[in-house]
């Protein structure tokens, strides 16, 4: 098991660009979530999907935003019409369903730079 | 609403000595507090989980304590090493919604030898 998986690391693109994220959690981890964590701040929780089912998004995701995860293992992140305020560090994690105290377990995330 | 806060400026300590980072939260009764590192550059990594009816937790160096009354968790580092260096980050179990996690700003620790 490698643990959490990110694609791409990095990501510039130009204001109005469409760009997607691409995360793969621990194999078996029901649980998938995203965050998003700007320069000296805490991660701020985006969406939670539990197997293909997206349960919550954060008030935080705006309609320019969509996540899936349509057979329960990876999960893709889109974000269309990128404004430079989406610049950030966007972070993948998973937890399995027995962990009923959700302990998380983080990927590298991916960094995006809007021009 | 809920807040979470933790000490904003960096903590500078000599190598060896114990480090203390504090967590305090306000408006909000969490089932349980966690607390993860975090280097530049990569996600956190999940270091020690203490529940609302545990007052102290301990793992190898690292020491957590949750005090419900005063709404606050301390976050303690013996012998610290420089490779100790991280943010660390406090996380609480949020109040509504599905069971997912609420994360303060985070603070700087810096181990000099």
């Known amino acids: 098991d490698t643990g959490v998986s990110q694609d791409p690391r990095h990501k510039i693109t130009k204001r109005g660009q469409n760009v997607t994220f691409r995360c793969d959690p621990i194999?078996?981890?029901?649980?998938l979530y995203w965050y998003r964590q700007t320069l000296g701040q805490g991660p701020e929780f985006l969406t939670y999907?539990?197997?293909?089912?997206?349960?919550?998004k954060s008030r935080l995701l705006s309609d320019r935003f969509s996540a899936e995860r349509p057979k329960g293992s990876f999960s893709t992140l889109e974000i269309q019409r990128t404004e430079q305020g989406d610049s950030a560090m966007y972070l993948c994690?998973?937890?399995?369903?027995?962990?009923?105290?959700?302990?998380?377990?983080f990927g590298p995330g991916t960094r995006l730079l809007v021009l | 609403s809920q807040k979470i806060e933790q000490n904003s400026e960096a903590l500078n300590i000599q190598e060896g000595k114990t480090a203390t980072l504090t967590c305090n939260y306000t408006?909000?009764?969490?089932?349980?507090l966690q607390w993860y590192r975090q280097d530049p550059g990569r996600g956190p990594v999940f270091l020690l989980l203490?529940?609302?009816?545990?007052k102290e937790k301990r793992k190898e160096r690292l020491k957590v304590t949750f005090d419900t009354t005063l709404k606050q968790s301390l976050f303690h580092i013996t012998a610290s090493q420089p490779a100790d260096s991280a943010t660390y980050l406090c996380?609480?179990?949020?109040?509504?919604?599905?069971?997912?996690?609420?994360f303060g700003k985070g603070t700087m620790l810096l181990v000099s030898p």
């Open positions: 996380a609480l179990h949020r109040l509504s919604g599905y069971s997912t996690l609420t």
């Open positions: 408006n909000y009764s969490p089932a349980y």
């Open positions: 999907f539990q197997n293909e089912a997206q349960l919550e």
């Open positions: 994690a998973s937890s399995p369903r027995r962990d009923s105290q959700e302990t998380q377990y």
């Open positions: 194999s078996e981890h029901n649980r």
């Open positions: 203490i529940r609302e009816n545990e």
